[in-house]
Structure formats: structure tokens, C-alpha cells
């Protein structure tokens, strides 16, 4: 499997498979690995995801992402199905599992229970803002003493002073030695995805086309790549 040690681009770049079945995202994953330095799978989007097989497949580190309703998911069942899943993706051995802040402590910590290999991804999406900086640096501590490997805090940016807000969280968190994944969604956004990397974050979501975006806002690879070239 390649390795993230890819410099043919100023920042990482994740790319989402947002894809309903097992085969096409096989299918997807090939084309992103030209593109990504790691893919996240949306398994929500899939009715039977087939996670040994994903993981056989994959070519460059992976993510799983069973990502809940109230955060922009696609997943129907019940909390406890869902993080079941994800379960099963530390069991298999995935390089990273994104699991929501709002799953709560004591589901994060049984999650993560005797876990040797995955690293752990603890997430929070505001789809309706961006909080105060007061509020964001406080959930960036906690996320550290939940014991998270990669922090991930992306808010809707409202103006653009928000990508600002939500881009200081990046030196905030390396001050505290801890990897770090922080954006903004939404038109007024983009930018924090274009220099969330360069100012040292961990990557940034882009997509493989215009029809398959996980999140409003989010550039394609091609012109994230663009942009950054025009930048050097």
C-alpha cells in the first residue's frame, strides 16, 4: 500500500467516496488513488458495505466514516448499528475511523477499546455556523483529552472572517502537538479549504467530480491542485 510521503502537491488532499455500493466504490477508489494522498469512505451512503473487501482493495490509507443524520450523514439505522460498523473497521484493521464528538464518551471510549492499529479521527460539523473561537478552542481541548490522533472541526462559514476563526484552530492544536483537520463549508468557505494544509493542517477534502461533493463547498482535486500551483 503507498504511503503518505507524496510531495507532488503543497498540502494533503483526502478525497470522499460517495458511492452506494461496494463496487462502485472500488471503482472510485482506483481513480482517486492519482489523486489523494487518502480516500474516506462514506459507508452511509451504502446500503451493504462490504468492509473487508473496501479494505482489500484500498491502495492508499483509508478512512471510514459512517457519518450520522444530524451531521450531514446518510445513515438510517439505529446508534447502535451504526457505531457497530465502525467497530467492525478497528476490528479489520482500517487506517483511520472519523467518529462524531456527539457519539459521546462512554461510545467513543468502548469503541476504542483495545484498539492497537486505527487511528481515531473525533469529529464536529456545524452546518448552521461557525461558533465563537472561545467555544471552538474548548472543543479542541476536549477532543484531545478524549485521547483523538487527528482532531476535525468544520463549521459553515457565514462570513469571511469564519475561515480565519476556524483556521487559527490549526497552530492552536500543533501548539498542543495534536494533528489537526479544520474548515469551513459553504461558498464563503473555500478558501479555508485551499489554505487549511498550507498553514499546517492534516489535509483537506476535495472531490473526485462537481456530482460528488460531501460537503457544501468542496473543491474537485483538479481545482485544488490548480489553485495551489497558481500559489507557488
Request: hydrophobic letters at 40%; a positive charge; charged letters at 30%.
Amino acid at each position: 500500500m503507498k504511503q503518505f510521503a507524496r510531495d507532488r502537491t503543497p498540502g494533503k488532499i483526502c478525497l470522499p467516496i460517495v458511492e452506494t455500493t461496494v463496487e462502485k466504490a472500488i471503482r472510485a477508489m482506483a481513480r482517486a488513488r492519482r489523486l489523494a494522498d487518502l480516500v474516506e469512505l462514506r459507508v452511509d451512503y451504502m446500503k451493504n458495505p462490504g468492509l473487508e473487501l473496501l479494505l482489500n482493495r484500498r491502495e492508499i490509507p483509508c478512512i471510514i466514516t459512517n457519518r450520522r443524520r444530524e451531521e450531514g450523514g446518510r445513515y438510517r439505522g439505529d446508534e447502535k448499528s451504526r457505531l457497530a460498523i465502525l467497530r467492525q473497521a478497528i476490528h479489520l484493521g482500517f487506517d483511520f475511523v472519523d467518529v462524531e464528538m456527539e457519539s459521546g464518551k462512554s461510545a467513543i471510549f468502548e469503541l476504542m477499546e483495545n484498539n492497537l492499529k486505527t487511528r481515531l479521527i473525533l469529529s464536529c460539523h456545524d452546518f448552521k455556523k461557525t461558533p465563537p473561537l472561545k467555544d471552538l478552542r474548548s472543543l479542541c481541548r476536549r477532543m484531545i483529552r478524549y485521547g483523538a490522533d487527528v482532531i476535525k472541526i468544520v463549521t459553515l462559514a457565514q462570513s469571511w472572517e469564519d475561515n480565519l476563526k476556524v483556521l487559527s484552530l490549526i497552530p492552536y492544536a500543533l501548539e498542543r502537538k495534536k494533528k489537526v483537520v479544520a474548515l469551513c463549508m459553504g461558498e464563503k468557505g473555500k478558501m479555508s479549504r485551499i489554505f487549511a494544509p498550507l498553514m499546517g493542517g492534516a489535509w483537506t477534502y476535495a472531490s473526485l467530480d462537481k456530482n460528488r461533493t460531501s460537503a457544501p463547498g468542496q473543491l474537485t482535486a483538479w481545482e485544488l491542485k490548480a489553485i495551489w500551483g497558481r500559489l507557488r
